[in-house]
């Protein structure tokens, strides 16, 4: 069975970094578009980040630009979200997801209907 299996979640004081990790099991998500997704208690899940099938297109959400980074390793079949100068604002469950058709070009205007596979999500609480 394929799943996305999220890491590196938890509590951090603000001002302080994250690196969440999200490594696919039992495929290869090489020539996937890859993204993060975030929802906090009480809100719908949102967009975040997402990094084309190369790792050469990057997009993010306006609240994260600048200090959020998304990468792929594609040799090591793992996408990557560094977290910098984080705020109590992004206390929520990041979840990765997978693109839903290959060698996707633009990826700027990728929502959340563009993503057919999840991970269970990971917890960041940022405290203030």
């Known amino acids: 069975q394929v799943r996305l299996v999220e890491s590196g979640g938890g509590l951090v004081q603000a001002g302080g970094s994250l690196r969440l990790s999200c490594a696919p099991s039992g495929r290869t998500f090489n020539g996937y578009a890859m993204g993060w997704f975030r929802q906090a208690p009480g809100k719908e899940r949102e967009f975040v980040a997402a990094?084309?099938?190369?790792?050469?297109?990057?997009s993010y959400a306006d609240s994260v630009k600048g200090r959020f980074t998304i990468s792929r390793d594609n040799a090591k079949n793992t996408v990557y979200l560094q977290m910098n100068s984080l705020k109590p604002e992004d206390t929520a469950v990041y979840y990765c997801a997978a693109d839903k058709g290959l060698w996707r070009q633009p990826i700027t205007t990728m929502g959340r209907a563009d993503f057919g596979l999840w991970g269970q999500g990971t917890p960041v609480t940022v405290s203030s």
């Open positions: 990094v084309s099938w190369s790792g050469g297109s990057t």
